[in-house]
Every structure is written in structure tokens, then in C-alpha cells.
């Protein structure tokens, strides 16, 4: 490969990353607002939490759309298009006075934005790389967990400098700028490939109709199923439950990016590791640690201990949305990876979405989130026994 190609590749690598820093860090970064307006407006977390769900579940409707046009397009335009959207939205947020505007707005703009940040960006980095396929996709991941590190923090510093509304203005427009950019930086799709060089070579695989026709593509929806209502639940909840339990806004929003901190180490290992030992291995080794992690979690009732968990289940949720993109292109091929990936992420958004709602709804309830804790670790032990039910495609 010449150093031109080295350098093109670069500097998709980084857009990939500012994409995923931006779009995550800001998903992140919303449970940092939950106590300020649970006090200001009286919202409760039901409330609060129904944005969040929205987003997953927008985000798994177009999960679809995102990845046939990243297919038929390539990812320039279609993350500059949803680029605007998450930016214009997250500043309107600025504005919200009535639940049903934040829901909305929220919902909408940042499932937006959700939809394409890992369809594109990782089916971008999959047909771009071959043999370091799962080492590439961990270094992209990286910059999804420094947004989770940097952002909520961020977020803090604001809402206690400017308050809450100069905050949301402020971080829209940041977004906003990021984002095109990133977008720009990450190209057009790439023509065939017309050399042998193992890098750039895309093994094409199944078409989506063969793919749906498999046990083994049914058997990833059902894991991410059960793995994304885990993934998505407790980034939302974590910080209020930490400021619950006795830690102030700012520590607690600590928690919150110690578990980006320590999935940075699972995106790169799981990264490295799948290029080696092979994705249902990944997935098997990421739900056992999921699993511990939530049964500890349901244990838990002094503040400082959460940051032991942050660490397990920390590096779970790294090594998560690290596997799941390499394994679909290892069991299927690139002919479709964008629109397999979409499909994929559907599923686990129908959980996804509806578990960050639920758990709010069961502390409205009862005033505690131990049993959305137990769900959430039923879900990952049967996350568990359908990896180890995970066979390679024979016709691949």
C-alpha cells in the first residue's frame, strides 16, 4: 500500500473517532442534566428517561435506512445530513420549558444522530480494513469512550459555570461544527477494490436477503437484544443512582466517565483479541462480565463502591460495541455489512429503548432501581447462552 493510501486511511480513522467522541460523549453527557432538571422543572425521571428511550428507538427504525445508504452512498453525506440534525438539536434543547419538547426534541435529534455515529462510521472502517479489521474498529471505539470520559464532565463544569441552558446552546453548537467535519474527513465510499493487497480486499459475502434467511444473523438480533437494554440503561441512570446512594453532581458524573475510562481498555483489547480468537469468543468473554458486573451492581449500597463496578462493566461495554461490528463481517461478509448492521442494531433498539423508561418508571415506583438491576442481569445471562449457540456461516 503507498503512503498516499496510508495517509487516506488515517485520516478516515480520525474522522470515525471524532464522530463517535461527539455523538456519544453528548448521549452521555444527558444523565449529568437529569438532577438539575428533576429540581428546576420537578420532571421526573420517567420523564427524563422517555428522551432517552426515543433516541434508541429512532435510532434503531432508521438503523436500516442509515446503513443502505451508507451502502449505496458512502458515509460523507449521510453523517454530514444527520451531523446537523444532532447539532441543531442538542442547542434547541436550550429552550425546552414543557416534557413533551425536551422528549421530542431529544428523541428525535440525537436518534438521529445515533442511527448513523456506528452503522457508518464502523461499516466505513470494516470495508476499509481486512486483516486489522477488529484492531481498527477498537481504535474508532476509542473515541465513543473519550466522549464518554470528557463530555459529561464538560457538561458538569457548564451547568455549574453558565446553568443548564447555556449549557445545551453551547455543547449544539460544538456538535454541530464536530461533526461536519468528522464527516467530511471520513470520504466517499470507496470504488472496488482492484489489487490484491490482503488490506483492501472486501470479501463480499452474503446478500441481506441470504443473510435474513440464517439462523445465525436471528441469533445477533437476539443478543443484541438482550446486551443493548444493559448498554444503554445504565449510562443513563448510573450518575443519578451515584448521587442517590450519597455523592455529590460532580462525582457522581466521575462514575459515569470512569466507565468510559476503562472501556477505552476493552475496546482496544476486544479489538485486538477478535482479530485472533474470533468474535463468538469476544461476545462470550464481554456477557460473562456483563453479568458479574450487574449482580454486583444489585449489591451495592455504599457510593464508593461503584467505581469497582465502573471498572467490570466498564470494559464489558467497551468490548461490546467493539465485537459487534467485526463479527457480523466475519459470519457474513461485505456485500451488505452496512444493511446487516442496521437490522442488527434494530433489535437491540427495541430493548434499548425501552430500558431506560422502565427503569426510570421502577424507581418512580419504588423509589429504588434494584429490580431494573435484576432485569438487566436476566437479560445478560441470556445474552450469554445465545453466544454459545453462535455456528460459522457454511456458505461463507
Request: glycine share 12%; hydrophobic share 55%; with cysteine.
Amino acid at each position: 500500500m503507498n503512503k498516499s493510501a496510508r495517509s487516506n486511511r488515517a485520516v478516515i480513522v480520525v474522522g470515525a473517532c471524532l464522530v463517535q467522541f461527539t455523538v456519544i460523549g453528548g448521549v452521555f453527557a444527558f444523565g449529568v442534566f437529569f438532577s438539575t432538571l428533576e429540581s428546576e422543572l420537578g420532571w421526573t425521571r420517567t420523564i427524563l428517561s422517555a428522551c432517552t428511550s426515543l433516541a434508541f428507538l429512532v435510532m434503531g427504525v432508521l438503523a436500516i435506512v442509515a446503513g443502505r445508504l451508507n451502502d449505496r452512498f458512502g458515509p460523507r453525506w449521510v453523517l454530514i445530513a444527520s451531523g446537523l440534525i444532532y447539532g441543531c438539536g442538542y442547542a434547541l434543547l436550550s429552550s425546552v420549558r414543557e416534557p413533551w419538547q425536551v422528549i421530542l426534541l431529544f428523541g428525535l435529534a440525537i436518534g438521529v444522530g445515533m442511527a448513523t455515529h456506528d452503522i457508518v462510521t464502523l461499516s466505513t472502517i470494516a470495508r476499509r480494513f481486512n486483516a486489522k479489521r477488529g484492531r481498527m474498529t477498537g481504535v474508532v471505539k476509542v473515541g465513543a469512550a473519550c466522549g464518554q470520559i470528557i463530555v459529561p464532565l464538560v457538561a458538569a463544569f457548564l451547568i455549574g459555570a453558565y446553568g443548564w441552558r447555556q449549557s445545551f446552546l453551547l455543547m449544539g453548537v460544538a456538535a454541530l461544527i464536530m461533526l461536519v467535519l468528522a464527516a467530511w474527513a471520513t470520504g466517499e465510499k470507496p470504488a472496488p477494490a482492484t489489487t490484491t493487497d490482503d488490506d483492501i480486499i472486501k470479501h463480499q459475502g452474503l446478500s441481506f436477503t441470504e443473510v435474513r434467511r440464517t439462523r445465525q444473523f436471528w441469533l445477533f438480533c437476539a443478543m443484541q437484544f438482550m446486551l443493548l437494554s444493559c448498554l444503554m440503561t445504565i449510562p443513563v441512570h448510573i450518575a443519578i443512582h451515584a448521587e442517590d446512594l450519597g455523592f455529590d453532581a460532580t462525582t457522581a458524573a466521575a462514575v459515569l466517565s470512569s466507565i468510559g475510562a476503562v472501556s477505552i481498555l476493552g475496546r482496544l483489547t476486544l479489538g485486538w483479541g477478535i482479530d485472533q480468537i474470533g468474535g463468538k469468543r469476544g461476545y462470550i468473554f464481554c456477557f460473562t462480565l456483563l453479568l458479574i458486573s450487574l449482580l454486583l451492581l444489585r449489591h451495592i449500597d455504599e457510593p464508593r463502591y461503584l467505581f469497582g463496578f465502573a471498572l467490570l462493566y466498564g470494559f464489558a461495554h467497551g468490548g461490546f460495541f467493539t465485537v459487534i461490528s467485526p463479527t457480523l463481517a466475519e459470519y457474513f461478509g461485505m456485500q451488505a455489512i452496512g444493511t446487516i448492521f442496521g437490522a442488527v442494531v434494530f433489535f437491540g433498539a427495541l430493548s434499548g429503548s425501552a430500558g431506560p423508561l422502565i427503569a426510570g418508571w421502577i424507581f418512580d415506583s419504588t423509589g429504588s432501581y434494584d429490580w431494573a438491576f435484576v432485569v438487566l442481569a436476566s437479560f445478560a445471562a441470556m445474552g450469554l447462552v445465545l453466544a454459545f449457540r453462535l455456528r460459522p456461516v457454511s456458505s461463507i
